[in-house]
C-alpha cells in the first residue's frame, strides 16, 4: 500500500470520529467563561414543586415533602464557588434516624444548558414522589456551575455527595443525569465506591469512558432513549450499553426505547417517571408497594404545558432541545 493511500484511510477514519463525536456530543467546546453564562436557579417558589403536587398531596393523605433551595460550596480555584440545587428530604427526616445505617439519596443532573427539572420536568416530578414515599429517600436536583464542562460539572457532583454524607449521613448514591448529563454521571459512578446506581435519559456518549468501570463494578445501569430523538441518537445510549457489556462480569445494563420519542421523552414523560422511581428506589433496597404505585409514582403532576413552562423557568432548555 502506498504512503498516499495510508494517509487517505487515516484521513477517513478521522473524519468518521469527527462526525460521530459530532451527533454524540453536547459538551462544550468554547473556552470555560469566567462567569456563569446565566443566573441560577435561586430560591424560586415555582420550582420547588410540581405543579400538581398539593393535589396529590390531598388526594393520597400524604403530607408534602420539604424541599429547600441549597448553595453547596465547591472546592474550587475557579470564579464560582457553589453550586445550586433544590434538595428534597421527606417529612421529619433525621440526620440521627439515618446515622449507621446504609442511606441513600438520588442526585439528579440535567443536561448542557444546566437546570433543575430534568427533561420535560421530570426530575421535578420524581423529586416530589420519592421524598414523599413511606419509605421515602433525599432527592437533590442539581445545577452546574459551568455547564457543559465535564471537568467542572464531576466537582459539583461530589461536592453535593459529601454535603448529603456530612449533613443527612447518606452513604450511597443513585446518579442520574440527562443529555450532557450522562458524563459526570458516568465518570463520577466510575471514581467513587458511594454510587450504587447509574441511569442515563438519552445520553451522549461524549466523556462516557467511566462506563467501562462502571460496569467493572457491576453498578446496575439504567438507559433511556426515545428512538426519534433528534439531538442525540438513541444509537448513543445503544453504544453506552454495549460497552458495559463488554466489560461487565455480572453486572445489569437495561436499555429502554421509547418508539417515536423525543430528546426529552416529552411523549412517554410519565412512563420515564414510573421508570426511574422504580429503579431508584430498587438500588435503596425498596420496592414501591402496588398502592403508592398508583396513589403517587403513577399520578401526573404536570401536564404538557406546564412540562415545557416549567423546563424554561428552570433553564434546562439553555443549551439543549427537546426534538
Not at 441549597?70 to 434538595?87: C, M, N, Q, R, Y
Not at 433543575?116 to 420524581?126: D, N, T
Not at 471514581?191 to 435519559?201: L, S
Not at 463494578?217 to 433528534?230: A, Q
Request: aromatic share 6%.
Amino acid at each position: 500500500m502506498s504512503s498516499w493511500s495510508r494517509l487517505f484511510q487515516q484521513f477517513e477514519r478521522n473524519l468518521r470520529q469527527n462526525l460521530s463525536n459530532m451527533t454524540s456530543s453536547l459538551s462544550a467546546r468554547s473556552p470555560t467563561p469566567a462567569r456563569p453564562e446565566r443566573a441560577a436557579p435561586g430560591d424560586a417558589e415555582e420550582l420547588k414543586h410540581a405543579p400538581g403536587f398539593q393535589d396529590l398531596a390531598k388526594e393520597s393523605n400524604k403530607q408534602i415533602c420539604n424541599v429547600k433551595a441549597l448553595e453547596i460550596k465547591v472546592s474550587s480555584s475557579d470564579t464560582v464557588k457553589a453550586v445550586a440545587g433544590f434538595l428534597h428530604t421527606p417529612q421529619n427526616y433525621r440526620r440521627e434516624q439515618a446515622e449507621g445505617r446504609e442511606k441513600t439519596a438520588a442526585i439528579l443532573l440535567s443536561g448542557a444548558g444546566g437546570g433543575v427539572v430534568g427533561p420535560s420536568s421530570i426530575y421535578l416530578s420524581i423529586a416530589d414522589k420519592l421524598a414523599s414515599l413511606r419509605k421515602g429517600i433525599p432527592v437533590l436536583r442539581l445545577d452546574y456551575r459551568y455547564p457543559a464542562r465535564n471537568k467542572y460539572c464531576v466537582p459539583d457532583v461530589l461536592a453535593a455527595m459529601n454535603y448529603l454524607e456530612n449533613g443527612f449521613a447518606v452513604s450511597r448514591f443513585v446518579l442520574v443525569g440527562w443529555s450532557f448529563g450522562s458524563a459526570p454521571v458516568l465518570t463520577v459512578g466510575a471514581q467513587d465506591d458511594r454510587v450504587v446506581g447509574c441511569a442515563t435519559v438519552a445520553g451522549q456518549t461524549a466523556e462516557t469512558e467511566g462506563m467501562q468501570q462502571v460496569a467493572r463494578r457491576n453498578i446496575p445501569t439504567l438507559l433511556l432513549h426515545g428512538t426519534s430523538d433528534r439531538t442525540l441518537s438513541p444509537s448513543c445510549s445503544e453504544s453506552l450499553r454495549e460497552k458495559y457489556r463488554r466489560a461487565t462480569q455480572g453486572g445489569h445494563c437495561e436499555l429502554q426505547l421509547f418508539d417515536g420519542d423525543d430528546h426529552a421523552l416529552s411523549k412517554n414523560a410519565l412512563k420515564a417517571e414510573e421508570r426511574l422511581c422504580d429503579f431508584i428506589m430498587a438500588q435503596a433496597g425498596e420496592e414501591i408497594g402496588a398502592a403508592e404505585q398508583e396513589s403517587v409514582v403513577q399520578k401526573p403532576l404536570l401536564d404538557d404545558r406546564q412540562r415545557r413552562a416549567q423546563m424554561e423557568k428552570g433553564g434546562d432548555l439553555q443549551g439543549e432541545s427537546i426534538e
